[in-house]
């Protein structure tokens, strides 16, 4: 079975400040792990992902997200925040190998005040 | 503008009805879902397709069915209404089943059912 935890419901952060959005996993061998973004009333849209190599993997508009694999954790960072970043943020992990689909989190949303 | 298109945006159903909720991608994707979004459980998985002709049953299946007649459509079809059946509807689609390109998602169908 493989599921993620999205610990935090809401994040709030300054415009300017760096911010980190939690994720961790459970996963049976090798994880895939995503990161999307959905701004209100849209569908969500794809930021990043990590398959293998690089344990800090950079994605559009800025973020990034480190690997962790003793932590099973897969946080979302950027260095300066923008009021523009404010939206709900999906954490979704999957087994490597075959045609596994991915679990998706509950979602953080991110607050970024001006 | 290529990508995935959901039809209607909104509708609001009477105990009981039935509906047909349009999904409709032209990026030639072999994989299509369907997901319902609901306030603090996130995005749980109710069908998908790997090809035409093909479909299974995900996290949440019941009292949804599913066809894939031709590569780009995949309807959700609501036999019989359900007020627990309140919720956004997403459809999403990617080149693999497992969304290492990451999915593709449409804005959204909000559905009450009163």
């Known amino acids: 079975a493989q599921s993620v935890a999205q610990p935090e419901d809401q994040v709030n952060v300054a415009e300017g400040n760096p911010l980190t959005v939690k994720c961790t996993y459970s996963?049976?061998?090798?994880?895939?792990l995503f990161w999307y973004v959905q701004y209100p009333n849209r569908g969500l849209q794809f930021l990043l992902k990590y398959i293998t190599g690089d344990n800090l993997v950079k994605g559009s508009y800025g973020f990034e997200a480190e690997f962790n694999k003793s932590q099973t954790s897969f946080h979302l960072k950027k260095p300066s925040a923008l009021v523009s970043d404010s939206a709900l943020y999906f954490c979704a992990v999957r087994a490597s190998g075959g045609s596994y689909i991915p679990t998706f989190g509950r979602g953080t949303s991110l607050i970024v005040h001006p | 503008n290529a990508g995935v298109t959901q039809t209607p945006k909104f509708q609001v159903l009477k105990t009981g009805q039935s509906m047909t909720l349009q999904c409709a991608q032209d990026?030639?994707?072999?994989?299509m879902s369907w997901y319902r979004q609901d306030p603090g459980m996130g995005l749980r998985l109710i069908h998908y397709s790997v090809g035409a002709g093909i479909t299974d049953q995900g996290e949440v299946p019941n009292g949804y069915n599913v066809s894939r007649s031709t590569t780009e459509d995949f309807p959700l079809r609501l036999l019989s209404a359900a007020p627990s059946q309140t919720s956004v509807y997403f459809c999403?689609?990617?080149?693999?089943?497992?969304?290492?390109?990451?999915?593709?998602f449409g804005s959204g169908t909000r559905l009450t059912v009163v």
């Open positions: 996963v049976s061998g090798n994880p895939y």
């Open positions: 999403a689609s990617s080149y693999s089943t497992g969304g290492l390109y990451g999915y593709t």
């Open positions: 990026m030639n994707h072999e994989y």
